[in-house]
C-alpha cells in the first residue's frame, strides 16, 4: 500500500484521499472529507480539493478585489498542527468548512433520529391498527358466518313456502274441480225439480192439492204420475219473513220444463188466486238451483244492475245475461265467468 504524511497532521497516511492540487494526501478527517464521501466522488476524485486549498482559493478570489486590497487584514501563517488537531483551533477560533458540514450532518442525525422516533410511534400506532383490523375482521367473520347460516335458513325456509305454495296451487284447482263437479252434480239432482215462491204456509196443509190448484190457474194438465214429491224447505236467513219455498219434484224433465213455462206465462199471480184468503203475496216459480248457482244467480243481478244490463234470467238451470235484445247471451257458470259482464 501507498503512504506518505497527512499534509495536516503529519502522520502517515495510509488509505486517503489525494489533493487535486497541492497534491499531498490526507487522513479522510484531516482533508475535510469522509471515506464514504470520498468513495461516492467515483471518477471526480481525481478532481477533489483538500480544505487548504480550498481556503486558499476563496483568499486569492478575495484578494482579486480593490477593496480587499486595502482593507484586508493579513492572514496567520499556518503552523504544524499537532496529530488531529482542528483547524478552528488555528483560525482564531472561526470554524472550517469540515466543522460546518459536521454540524450539517448532525443536524441532520439529530433531524432523522427525531423522525426515527416518529416513525416507532406510528409504528406502535400501526401494529394497535393492525390489531384492531384483526380483531374487526375476526369478528365480522364471526358476524358474516352467522348471516351465512341465516341467510341459508331462510333460503330453506323460502323453498319449502315455495313447494308448499305450490301444492297449494295444485290443491286448490284440484278443489275447484272438485268444487264445480260437485256442484253439477247437485245441479244434475234438482233437474226436474221447480221452487214455488210466495205461497203462504197453513197447519196441515196438502202440498199436492196446493199444486194442483196452481196447474189449474195456469191451464196445466198435472197429473198425479207427473208428481215424485212435494215439500217446503227451510230458508237460511232466519229474519226472512216470507214464506218458506216449495220444491216440486216432478218424475220428468221434459214435463218440468212445461210446467215450468206454464207458470212463468201466468202475470201477477197472488197467493188469494190459489184459496189463500186475502193474502197479496206474489206467487212465482224457477229451476231449483245448487247453493252455488242461487249465489252465482245473485252476483250475476248485482252486476247487470251495476253495469246496465237488461236481462239476467234462468233457463234449464243456466243463469244467462244479455245487455240487450241485440248483444249476444252470457252464459255465467263460475265466479270468473261473472267477469264477462263488463
Known amino acids: 500500500m501507498f503512504t506518505s504524511q497527512c ?17 499531498r494526501r490526507y487522513h479522510f478527517g484531516c482533508g475535510g472529507i469522509s471515506e464514504r464521501g470520498f468513495n461516492r466522488l467515483g471518477s471526480r476524485r481525481d478532481k477533489w480539493i483538500c480544505s487548504n486549498c480550498r481556503d486558499t482559493n476563496v483568499t486569492h478570489s478575495e484578494d482579486a478585489s480593490p ?25 482564531n ?46 369478528s365480522l367473520d364471526s358476524r358474516i358466518d352467522d348471516i351465512s347460516d341465516r341467510v341459508s335458513n331462510l333460503e330453506s325456509r323460502i323453498s319449502a313456502v315455495e313447494n308448499a305454495k305450490t301444492e297449494l296451487d295444485h290443491l286448490k284447482k284440484i278443489i275447484n274441480v272438485l268444487v264445480e263437479d260437485n ?22 196443509e196438502n202440498l199436492i192439492n196446493v199444486t194442483k190448484r196452481l196447474a189449474d190457474r195456469c191451464s196445466f194438465p198435472l197429473k198425479d204420475t207427473d208428481i215424485d214429491f212435494v215439500t217446503r224447505i227451510a230458508v237460511k236467513d232466519h229474519n226472512d219473513k216470507r214464506p ?27 197467493a188469494s188466486d190459489l184459496g189463500f184468503g186475502s193474502s197479496d203475496s206474489r206467487v212465482y216459480a224457477n229451476d231449483h238451483l245448487s247453493t252455488k248457482n ?10 247487470s244492475k251495476e253495469k246496465n244490463y237488461a ?11 244479455r245487455k240487450n ?7 255465467i257458470n263460475s265466479e270468473d265467468s261473472l267477469k264477462k259482464i263488463t
Open 311 to 321: 236481462f239476467c234470467w234462468v233457463r234449464n238451470c243456466t243463469i244467462m245475461v
Open 244 to 270: 218458506k219455498p216449495i220444491i216440486l219434484k216432478m218424475q220428468s224433465r221434459y214435463r218440468k220444463d212445461e210446467f215450468l213455462a206454464a207458470i212463468r206465462n201466468l202475470k201477477n199471480i197472488k
Open 7 to 23: 499534509g495536516t497532521c503529519n502522520d502517515t497516511v495510509g488509505h486517503g484521499s489525494e489533493c487535486s492540487t497541492c497534491k
Open 67 to 91: 477593496s480587499a486590497t486595502s482593507s484586508r487584514t493579513p492572514v496567520v501563517a499556518k503552523t504544524t498542527l499537532g496529530p488531529k488537531m482542528k483547524l478552528s483551533e488555528v483560525d
Open 93 to 138: 477560533g472561526q470554524p472550517s468548512d469540515h466543522d460546518e458540514t459536521l454540524k450539517d450532518i448532525l443536524a441532520i442525525v439529530t433531524g432523522l433520529q427525531t423522525e426515527f422516533q416518529s416513525f416507532h410511534r406510528i409504528e406502535s400506532d400501526l401494529k394497535q391498527v393492525k390489531a384492531d383490523v384483526a380483531d374487526l375482521k375476526a
Open 325 to 331: 235484445e241485440t248483444s249476444p247471451v252470457l252464459h
Open 183 to 204: 256442484n253439477r252434480s247437485e245441479q244434475w239432482v234438482r233437474r226436474s225439480n221447480i221452487q214455488i215462491n210466495g205461497i203462504p204456509f197453513k197447519s196441515g
Open 294 to 303: 242461487k249465489f252465482l244467480l245473485r252476483q250475476a243481478k248485482m252486476k
